[in-house]
């Protein structure tokens, strides 16, 4: 069994490695993990072109029925080894989505613990973890039979998990605990806690020569280096606000770091070197959050949150150089190549459903405070979601539109100043403008505390 073992994985290996240096090609896929449409959207990097979607529940809102069995919440990805298989985590249906990449059919769904977030098939291909970021735990999924194996224990709040190539050693970040866990593949124990700066990191990912794990610290704006041999922090990089996703290429210039920042609408990127050195700033759409590379390291493919689409970065000059629309909000982003070998891949997929976004910065009267809109046509009502960031902790604040006594939305922030959620209703009624781009009379406004709207005293408003 060792033998076969031994063969299989170096077959595997050499397989990987052929196909490292393919240009995109129409075989290979683009795919994003839609939460607000509870789709995958599928993208064909040969021509930067959304094919369609794959349809796993109904959009926004229709999805709060006692009878509704559809998945909510799309929002983590991951692939096998032979990249056969796609999987979609939906943590507001605690699901992990078994599909075929040749055919876009979903071949098995596994209902885990309380509010998956990402997952990803071991290095060998035999099973699938899954981190349960509502518990303390890892899933272990046959991807067979679809069925739970076993749990392993975690601190609590696993982010995500990703092998190394070797399958000894396994690390898994944490959304709660300024922890990464090591976990021995074969005993499946935590072997190490690693201290780092944040509680909360939603991603990770190697170098590709895997002597390092570089993690986000969404909260903090930062990214933090782990050597992969020694199991420590090697250095820590201050890279900016709402710091999601990370991806590495291999360029003419050398091993390059990027990092999406949602709260600059850039993608940052950095050298790989024994201290890393910002070299380049590449604008982006609406808030960038899921990022991966192409084999060959010449495309990176940029998930917008806000902007409801994907951009694409040309590795060589560092700039966009083709927009594809996808579902609404993407949070997960994979490269997958040779996905379909044959065929165009069009079966069991569906014409994309949604509009465009619009997206409204917010601007302070005073102080650091910020935040922004995102308002969305959902069909006969609209969402409002907002995001608000570095105001008073554990405080209210209440969201109006000009023209309504109102407030669309009240929030309290939390022990950080941030505060976000969804108004959903008919804001349209409200502010031609949240559907009308040409339209600038209405503003949005945030009030502290329970009080009637006075643009004199709001503490955020929108750039008329």
């Not at 926004?60 to 990805?77: A, F």
């Not at 075929?100 to 699938?128: C, L, M, Q, W």
Request: hydrophobic fraction near 40%; charge should be neutral.
């Amino acid at each position: 069994m060792q033998i076969r073992h031994f063969v299989f994985s170096l077959t595997l290996s050499s397989l990987l490695t052929a196909s490292a240096f393919a240009a995109p090609g129409a075989q290979d896929r683009v795919y994003t993990a839609d939460q607000n449409t509870n789709t995958v959207s599928v993208i064909n990097p040969a021509t930067n072109r959304l094919l369609g979607q794959i349809k796993l529940g109904n959009q926004r809102p229709d999805v709060l029925s006692p009878l509704y069995k559809g998945e909510i919440n799309v929002h983590g990805l991951g692939f096998s080894p032979d990249h056969k298989t796609l999987i979609a985590i939906s943590n507001g249906s605690n699901s992990v989505a078994f599909i075929d990449t040749a055919t876009n059919k979903v071949k098995g769904i596994t209902y885990i613990g309380r509010s998956p977030h990402e997952g990803f098939f071991t290095a060998d291909g035999r099973e699938v973890w899954a981190v349960v970021r509502g518990e303390d735990y890892i899933s272990v999924i046959d991807p067979v039979t679809f069925k739970e194996k076993k749990r392993i224990e975690t601190t609590a709040g696993p982010g995500m998990v990703q092998f190394l190539p070797n399958g000894k050693l396994a690390f898994v970040v944490s959304s709660f605990n300024p922890v990464v866990d090591v976990i021995d593949m074969k005993s499946h124990k935590v072997i190490k806690h690693i201290k780092v700066v944040s509680p909360f990191s939603p991603f990770l990912q190697f170098t590709p020569d895997f002597k390092e794990m570089w993690m986000t610290h969404k909260d903090a704006g930062k990214v933090t280096r782990i050597d992969t041999a020694s199991l420590e922090v090697k250095g820590v990089i201050d890279t900016g606000f709402i710091t999601n996703h990370l991806a590495f290429a291999k360029t003419a210039a050398g091993t390059r770091a990027y990092v999406t920042i949602g709260g600059e609408n850039v993608v940052k990127v950095y050298t790989t070197d024994a201290t890393p050195t910002l070299v380049a700033t590449i604008p982006t759409g609406a808030l960038p959050h899921g990022i991966w590379t192409s084999d060959d390291g010449t495309r990176l493919y940029v998930g917008l949150e806000n902007g409801d689409a994907v951009d694409v970065i040309d590795s060589a000059t560092n700039k966009v150089i083709a927009r594809a629309p996808v579902g609404q909000a993407p949070q997960a982003l994979v490269y997958v190549s040779n996905a379909v070998p044959h065929g165009d891949g069009m079966t069991n997929l569906v014409p994309r459903a949604n509009s465009e976004p619009i997206n409204i910065a917010l601007k302070p009267a005073a102080g650091e405070a910020k935040g922004f809109v995102v308002a969305r046509n959902l069909g006969v009502v609209d969402a409002l979601e907002v995001s608000l960031f570095k105001l008073k902790p554990q405080t209210a604040y209440s969201v109006y539109v000009t023209g309504q006594a109102a407030p669309v939305a009240s929030f309290k922030t939390n022990p950080m100043g941030m505060a976000n959620g969804t108004a959903i209703g008919p804001m349209r009624a409200v502010s031609n403008s949240l559907n009308d781009k040409a339209a600038t009379a209405s503003r949005i406004l945030v009030m502290e505390g329970d009080v009637a709207v006075d643009p004199q005293k709001a503490v955020l408003s929108s750039v008329q």
